[in-house]
């Protein structure tokens, strides 16, 4: 069976403008990143601030503006057809249809002037052609799906009516209304508590499951990408530095910037992780120093250094990293590191 999504070499970059000389440069944002997802599978994008992970989303469903974003090369194939050269009109049936989205803050995608109810139906009058109020009646199960008291009444309320979790409740509700064959989330919980963080991961992943839907998620949170996908794409600079399966990635990242990233997780003290999670975090400080947090921040698209985009802010940096890019290449040290891949001269 093929696979419901392969990203190929896809290459992003945004007009702009030199600093300093005002000299017209393309800043390269997202550079010849690929990645599969497999029907039904899920994969994290995981990254700092400005890595390009929202501008790769966007990409895919042809919501960059343009200008001053331009495609500068790849593919991006979904259920075998080329998402990147679609027609506008053919790329809009598959939003909110066979694709649905999540966003991070929720009041920038719900129209602040319509009903939830029926903002939550309008994807199925429009994908499946139903009747308004069939459709509507849908809405009102779907709300109790994604766990709204009194669905019928909060139908009728306006965003602005509703908690930040419940506003994001009700973007999960349109999204997957069409139950889409995948859903793609950028840092969907990032503007909301932990706790109602942690009850909205569970409440994706339950409707992904009843829907079959492959997911597509964005965020710069580790503990996000362990709750909520079975591979990760980890992203520094524009690029991909490091796949892999979750698991194995966590508790043994090959790449220094994945290391770091581990390293510096928040959230829990020492005394809260579990056995095993502080055992993990010893064995990546031994071997790769300790990175409370990782010094410096990530270098925009046109003040990125020659060889690799890391080595300003790597403590294993040596002289080679910094003449020559080292290539994305899959592990093949056996079985423990099976489908993975790392861009480290040190790998
Ligand atoms: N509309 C735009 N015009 C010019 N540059 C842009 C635009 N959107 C994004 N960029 C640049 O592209 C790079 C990647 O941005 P992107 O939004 O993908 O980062 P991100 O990984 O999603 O970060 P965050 O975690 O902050 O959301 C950044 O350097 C950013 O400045
Ligand atoms: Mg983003």
């Given at each position: 069976m093929p696979m419901l999504l392969q990203v190929e070499n896809l290459s992003v970059g945004f007009r702009s403008v030199q600093p300093g000389?005002?000299?017209?440069?393309?800043?390269?944002?997202?550079?010849?990143?690929?990645?599969?997802?497999?029907?039904?599978?899920?994969?994290?994008?995981?990254?700092?601030?400005?890595?390009?992970?929202?501008?790769?989303?966007?990409?895919?469903?042809?919501?960059?503006?343009?200008?001053?974003?331009r495609?500068?090369?790849?593919?991006?194939?979904?259920?075998?057809?080329?998402?990147?050269r679609l027609p506008p009109e053919k790329l809009n049936r598959l939003r909110g249809g066979r694709i649905g989205m999540i966003f991070q803050e929720p009041m920038t995608s719900l129209n602040p002037v319509l009903k939830v109810g029926e903002q939550v139906a309008e994807p199925l009058i429009v994908h499946f052609g139903m009747r308004p109020a069939e459709a509507l009646k849908r809405a009102v199960e779907l709300l109790a799906e994604v766990g709204l008291n009194n669905p019928d009444r909060r139908a009728a309320d306006y965003p602005?009516?509703?908690?930040?979790?419940?506003?994001?409740?009700?973007?999960?509700?349109?999204?997957?209304?069409?139950?889409?064959?995948?859903?793609?989330?950028?840092?969907p919980t990032t503007a909301l508590d932990v706790s109602v963080q942690g009850q909205i991961l569970d409440l994706?992943?339950?409707?992904r499951e009843s829907a079959g839907s492959a997911l597509l998620m964005i965020t710069h949170d580790l503990d996000v990408v362990a709750r909520s996908a079975d591979q990760v794409a980890v992203m520094y600079a524009g690029r991909i530095v490091e796949s892999g399966p979750v698991g194995a990635t966590l508790a043994d990242p090959l790449?220094?910037?994945?290391?770091?990233?581990?390293?510096?997780?928040?959230?829990?003290?020492w005394e809260q992780r579990s056995g095993l999670d502080v055992m993990r975090a010893k064995l990546v400080q031994a071997r790769h120093g300790r990175l409370s947090a990782i010094p410096g921040t990530v270098p925009p698209p046109l003040e990125?250094?020659?060889g690799c985009a890391f080595s300003t802010r790597c403590p294993q940096v040596f002289d080679r990293c910094r003449a020559e890019m080292p290539p994305l290449l899959p592990l093949t040290d056996g079985k423990v590191n099976e489908g993975r891949s790392c861009r480290c001269w040190l790998r």
């Open positions: 000389t005002g000299t017209p440069r393309m800043a390269r944002a997202v550079e010849e990143v690929s990645f599969c997802l497999d029907r039904g599978g899920s994969l994290c994008l995981v990254g700092e601030s400005g890595c390009g992970k929202s501008v790769t989303a966007l990409s895919l469903l042809g919501l960059l503006p343009s200008p001053p974003a495609l500068l090369g790849g593919r991006v194939l979904f259920e075998g057809e080329d998402m990147l602005h009516q509703l908690s930040g979790g419940m506003r994001q409740r009700v973007m999960i509700a349109m999204a997957m209304a069409c139950r889409p064959s995948l859903l793609i989330a950028d840092e994706m992943r339950e409707m790449h220094p910037y994945t290391a770091g990233l581990v390293a510096s997780r928040p959230r829990l003290g990125r250094p020659d």
